[in-house]
């Protein structure tokens, strides 16, 4: 595994933490859908997950999830399954996976690739309805923010 | 698993209720337009279908209010616009000092026609929407400027035609040389377009019934277009529909009018063959 050191231009410039981000085009997937490694270098926070996952412009993961923990965010989809107590079903680098590339666990899944940048048909400028401006896309989150969904996504246990 | 799953939709189901006044769909409903005009709501997938044994109309997944104003003309708010078709119809216009009344008498000659559209058009060598033969009348015949897809006169002359047919079962041609183009619109159908990579399948053949957010999800027909749509009270053309759809799946969309809609519209359409025309639908 050799993570594409993008932090080191913000170590350079003397931008705060020195950890090192993997880019979409590196990340590693193993057999099954997993990925080992923090995409971020550093480790996820819960409630900035949570915020992610229920906001519209971010993860907007519970258009197609209910949760039951967040019966506060109203409208939750019925699209995907019901995320109570995924931590039990799958480890932290099984859903990293999934939510960086969940095609890579489940072939052909209707689940947006939040981790990834390139290979769409007719890429778009975000909900403009226009060409995209730049190529590769940024990833629909960044790193730490899958981070911090993974993190979130981990403390949904039932047992 | 299985268990819990159940309890929060049905759980999540009910603070949707909460949050929407209660206001769930009466799926099982049929639709009589002012006591008399018996539409078909529901109905067995035509033969080319292969992924669904039913085809349900939209108006099956709204609410018990927006399914209401539909069933008399004089709750329907589109029919305000149809009233204003119809003084597009009447109105002389363009270099040959001709109305669409000069050629065609009353809208009613033009019954059934909603019903076949898409088709092929043999003099023009292509596949023809509505739009395109009513800009053909306006450049060709009275002399006229061809009207934009979404200008308001083509939509409100769309809508007039269109309930001409209403209660009729759509009955679009998908074989002879109207076929290629059929092709082209189902393999848009079924591409993952856009940053999210969605299909239209996806979303209205995989998940129709299914609630997307706060959306519950048709499989959407175009048997009741142009629709009126209570989030922008106006009617709304089918490309314009497309367009919206495209473009929430993070893509570049396609231009109303363009040959890709067309093509997508024929294949659309002809996937609610056996509905009746419906328009002009209300939804949301």
């Known amino acids: ?17 020195a950890v090192a981000e993997t880019a979409p085009q590196a ?20 409630v900035e997950g949570r915020v992610v996952v229920s ?9 197609c999830h209910a949760i039951s923990e967040m019966s506060d965010v109203p409208f939750h989809g019925e699209v995907g399954p019901v995320l109570d107590g995924v931590a039990d079903r799958w480890n932290e680098a099984e859903l990293r996976g999934i939510v960086a590339n969940a095609k890579m666990t489940y072939d052909g899944t209707i689940m947006p690739s939040f981790y990834k940048d390139t290979g769409y048909v007719r890429p778009g400028d975000a909900y403009t309805g226009k060409a995209a401006k730049v190529a590769p896309l940024p990833p629909l989150l960044t790193a730490q923010q899958v981070e911090d969904v993974v993190a979130y996504l981990m403390t949904l246990k039932e047992e | 698993m299985k268990l819990t799953s159940l309890k929060v939709v049905a759980s999540s189901a009910l603070a ?7 206001a769930q769909a009466d799926q099982e409903a049929d639709l009589i337009i002012n006591g008399d005009t018996e539409i078909t709501v529901r109905t067995a997938a035509p033969a080319h279908l292969e992924n669904l044994s039913e085809i349900l109309s939209g108006w099956t997944f709204r609410t018990d209010e927006t399914q209401a104003l539909q069933m008399d003309d004089f709750d329907n708010p589109g029919m305000i616009f149809v009233d204003q078709g119809l003084d597009v119809w009447n109105t002389v216009e363009g270099s040959a000092d001709k109305s669409c009344a000069s050629c065609h008498d009353g809208p009613e000659s033009l019954k059934g026609l909603r019903a076949e559209l898409p088709k092929w058009n043999e003099d023009a060598g292509k596949v023809y929407t509505m739009e395109m033969y009513i800009n053909d009348c306006r450049t060709e015949r009275m002399g006229a400027e061809a009207y934009g897809w979404s200008d308001k006169n083509m939509v409100n002359l769309t809508a007039l ?10 009955n679009v041609a998908i074989d002879g040389p109207a076929q290629s183009t059929w092709e082209q619109g189902k393999e848009m159908y079924y591409t993952r377009y856009g940053q999210l990579e969605l299909s239209c399948a996806n979303c209205h053949e995989d998940n129709y019934d299914n609630y997307i957010r706060a959306d519950h999800l048709s499989q959407g027909q175009i048997n009741g277009f142009p629709t ?12 314009d529909r497309f367009k919206g759809c495209v473009r929430d799946t993070r893509a570049e969309t396609f231009k109303p009018g363009s040959d890709e809609f067309v093509a997508l519209e024929l294949y659309v359409a002809s996937r609610g063959n056996g509905l009746s025309v419906e328009a002009p639908a209300v939804r949301n």
């Open chain 2, 228 to 239: 009126y749509r209570l989030k922008n009270a106006k009617l709304n053309s089918t490309h």
């Open chain 1, 27 to 46: 990340v590693e997937y193993d057999e099954y859908g997993a990925v080992a490694a923090s995409l971020s270098g550093a480790a996820g926070d819960p």
């Open chain 2, 16 to 22: 949707l209720a909460l949050a929407t006044g209660g």
């Open chain 1, 55 to 63: 906001t519209k412009s971010m993860g907007n993961c519970v258009s």
């Open chain 1, 1 to 17: 595994m050799k993570p594409t050191l993008i932090g080191v231009t913000c170590l350079m410039l003397g931008a705060g933490a």
């Open chain 2, 161 to 170: 035609i269109s309930v001409q047919s209403r209660g009729m079962p759509v």
